[in-house]
DNA sequence: GTCTATATTGTGATAGAC
DNA sequence: GTCTATCACAATATAGAC
């Protein structure tokens, strides 16, 4: 059995966590390894401990449980982006906020990616609310771009929503390749994706940087 | 049926393309958008228009399918790559080869997707050697940072490996909401992230930008 | 090269005992 | 709340005619 995810199970298996708790995160560390489509329910009540049958006396079904975890990882990011943006006044507002998002991401990284890239896998009914939902938290990061435009923290030759795309770029592909334990933590990683986002990666541009050496 | 996807295998189905070759672009079309496993042979079939058992005399596994995609878009890129780049010697040389990058990805869209996405579904033996060409690939890049920070292009604050992964990162997550036919070409988007990933999108760092009005 | 028909396995989900 | 046993169906793939 593949270890990284049966780890992913054993860190639940302490008491104290629900095993509706243990379905959802064991299923968000499968999902990402195998997608959703690709990932059974066997292997899910196999990581588990469980028999496939006793699954279902806690969900209903298989899409249920991608819904819930798109749902939970939409409604903690926008509340963690919320909460380090209670307004931007300067360029290390915007910082912060890279900074958090990243964190969030790198710390979330199982059920951020699901919500992500497994999210065609919902029902159309629940497509639509998770979309309402991913779509509210973009528009907080659209938002923040198009103030930091106004007051000058940011280049305005570009429209907001193609500033905010590119900085979910650089943000969001980071779910494929960071992993945690490596040399780069989840706060030095934010620190240079900020950094990137806001000065560039050439030479000249980080000569004025703040704390450059 | 969905109406991106038939265009998609209609548009190949003028005379002079083989079958293989209609196999190939229509499972591109559909792996992209509902994933490897998430797509099936029957729809496949439907989409070209043939029965589902009629597509097994032009190959034998579904899989197949997903390791000549893979091999198809790494083999163009590494080759449009190498071409765009025979020696970085100036922060003009990085920008050109990043646009013809973005051009190449957003150009060949439902291979490059599938083939960074559905890697997973291959069997043991072709994701070792899928993994090599993709490798060989992200070495290429690798190299023209490391040359690039030697020159005093690029900073060297940072790793080479990190600084290639912060650019595919910017260039790579195109592939989830670039469509053609938008307020932005491939040029036009290579430009945009050539700019962002050379001077950031602080308007400070714009102000001495060659061509800013 | 495509067809109809079918084999075979894997899938999500349920029934009902404990 | 978990179990054994099983259902109903969808999946990939094959056989053999035309």
Redesign the pocket.
């Known amino acids: 059995m593949n270890k990284a995810l049966s780890n992913a199970a054993d860190e639940t298996s302490a008491t104290g966590i629900?095993?509706?708790e243990r379905i959802l995160s064991t299923s968000a560390a499968l999902f990402r390894e195998k997608g959703y489509a690709g990932?059974?329910?066997?292997e899910l009540?196999e990581l588990l401990?469980?028999?496939?049958?006793?699954?279902?006396?806690?969900?209903?079904?298989?899409?249920?449980i991608l819904y819930q975890i798109c749902i939970a990882s939409l409604t903690r990011i926008i509340d963690e982006i919320s909460k380090s943006i209670t307004e931007v006044v300067s360029q290390e507002d915007l910082r912060t906020m890279i900074r958090s998002h990243v964190v969030e991401i790198v710390g979330t990284r199982d059920f951020h990616s699901v919500m992500l890239t497994e999210m065609r896998g919902l029902t159309p009914d629940h497509l639509v609310e998770v979309v309402a939902l991913r779509d509210r938290y973009e528009q907080l990061i659209r938002d923040v771009v198009s103030q930091s435009q106004s007051l000058g923290i940011l280049r305005d030759d570009v429209a907001a929503k193609y500033l905010m795309l590119c900085l979910l770029n650089l943000l969001n592909w980071t779910i494929f390749w960071f992993k945690p334990g490596g040399d780069l933590d989840g706060e030095e990683l934010g620190d240079l994706l900020a950094s990137i986002y806001l000065e560039g990666a050439s030479q000249m541009s980080t000569l004025g940087r703040v704390g450059a050496s």
């Open positions: 629900s095993t509706s990932s059974t329910t066997r009540a401990g469980i028999r496939k049958a006793s699954l279902y006396h806690h969900i209903e079904t298989k899409e249920e």
